[in-house]
């Protein structure tokens, strides 16, 4: 496997138990995950992983996400049409304002 050139990280929130008891996936975090990886290869974007991750512990702005190397910490990530925003902004090569936590 090559070695990706981004990651992005959903958070799942999973707990040391193995159970998601977060906001995140009662936001339905793991629902988006599966979008995002769709429409990324829509859109052909090579080089990007996504994963689950356990708890990211920002629950007061849940679902969230990261993205690195750029360590883009996104917040409130509730939609399909989130998702495309931030990856319109990926493309560009610039975070999303919108979700981005400072």
């Not at 356990?54 to 993205?67: E, F, H, N, Q, Y």
């Not at 917040?75 to 304002?97: C, M, Q």
């Amino acid at each position: 496997m090559q070695k990706p050139k981004r990651h992005i990280f959903v958070c799942g929130s999973f707990r040391m138990s193995g159970e998601a008891q977060g906001v995140c996936a009662k936001k339905g975090g793991m629902r988006l995950l599966q979008y995002m990886e769709n429409e990324i290869a829509d859109r052909g974007m090579a080089g990007i992983s996504v994963s689950s991750t356990g708890c990211l512990k920002v629950c007061d702005r849940g679902p969230a996400m990261i993205i690195y190397p750029e360590n883009w910490w996104y917040g409130k990530v509730e939609s399909e049409s989130a998702i495309d925003e931030i990856l319109d902004a990926l493309e560009e090569g610039k975070p999303a304002g919108n979700y981005l936590m400072s």
